[in-house]
């Protein structure tokens, strides 16, 4: 049986609007020319001894563990998580304490591009789209969320695009136990720039990041900036999402891969 691969993670890439100005990754690129002088003088020799005067290309990178296509700990979330399971809660587990078990395993897509920018998802939608979908979440099944924000990537309204998914939609995912989900916008709540004109209308600071918030609760983890979601089916793949494993890490990269045997 064959297998098709279809990369859903964007390009860590310097010099467009992939996070707010403070977050902007700072990609430094050296080619072979411009190691080749260093490398001679640690040899002794002449940079013209070396292979066309040559020597290794290399990058040099600034960027935060949510730059790019990442995975995010219970620990980015708040410092305690599954107060529902144990009293008084458990610490959060850092990204080198997340389960790999969960970052392999079936995938779910829901299509919420109709959603407009800011528009915070619920129960009732998560539920209606399976039910249109014809799909029963299981245990450790990765779902993700397609909405409008990928095709703003690198744009400046892109971290203002898409809907995100709330506290309440969330936790019904984590009850029937999802622990991986993941989303194409820049964060897997609402657009900030939104949510804060409901915070000043409200008065209601529990607005903020209530999707996040929902692991002080049930731990689980997210990923952000996926791409290419339209390119899925609504089930019927698996999904890798293996991160990289810093130390004591809020989150870690990861090419998050969706795997369709065909």
């Known amino acids: 049986m064959a297998r098709r691969f279809i990369d859903i993670s964007v390009a860590l890439k310097g010099g467009i609007a992939s996070d707010p100005p403070h977050m902007l990754p700072e990609i430094e690129y050296h080619?072979?020319?411009?190691?080749a002088p260093r490398l001679a003088q640690e040899f002794g020799i002449s940079v013209d001894q070396l292979p066309e005067g040559q020597f290794a290309a290399r990058e040099v990178v600034r960027i935060t563990t949510h730059s790019g296509t990442h995975l995010d700990s219970p620990y980015h979330f708040f410092s305690r998580m599954n107060e529902r399971t144990v009293p008084g809660g458990e610490p959060?587990?850092?990204?080198?304490?997340?389960?790999?078990?969960?970052?392999?395993?079936?995938?779910?897509?829901?299509?919420?591009?109709?959603?407009?920018?800011?528009?915070?998802?619920?129960?009732e939608d998560v539920q209606a789209e399976l039910q249109r979908i014809?799909?029963?979440?299981?245990?450790?099944?990765?779902?993700?969320v397609n909405t409008r924000a990928a095709s703003r990537y690198g744009q400046d309204d892109f971290i203002h695009s898409g809907c995100g998914v709330g506290k309440a939609a969330t936790l019904w995912m984590l009850e029937q136990g999802v622990r991986v989900t993941g989303i194409d916008g820049w964060s897997w709540d609402a657009p900030f720039?939104?949510?804060?004109?409901?915070v000043q209308e409200t008065g209601d600071a529990?607005?903020?990041?209530?999707?996040?918030?929902?692991?002080?609760?049930?731990?689980?983890?997210h990923m952000e900036k996926l791409t290419n979601l339209e390119s899925?089916?609504?089930?019927g793949f698996m999904i890798s999402c293996f991160p990289v494993k810093v130390h004591r890490g809020s989150a870690g990269w990861t090419r998050a891969v969706a795997i369709i045997e065909e």
Do not use: N
């Open 134 to 144: 014809g799909h029963t979440l299981k245990p450790l099944e990765i779902v993700v």
């Open 232 to 235: 899925l089916p609504p089930d």
């Open 92 to 123: 959060s587990w850092r990204i080198d304490e997340v389960p790999l078990d969960w970052c392999f395993q079936p995938g779910v897509k829901l299509d919420f591009r109709h959603f407009p920018d800011g528009y915070v998802a619920t129960p």
């Open 206 to 221: 529990s607005l903020i990041w209530e999707g996040h918030r929902a692991g002080r609760e049930i731990g689980y983890c």
């Open 193 to 198: 720039s939104l949510t804060k004109k409901k």
């Open 31 to 35: 080619d072979h020319h411009m190691t």
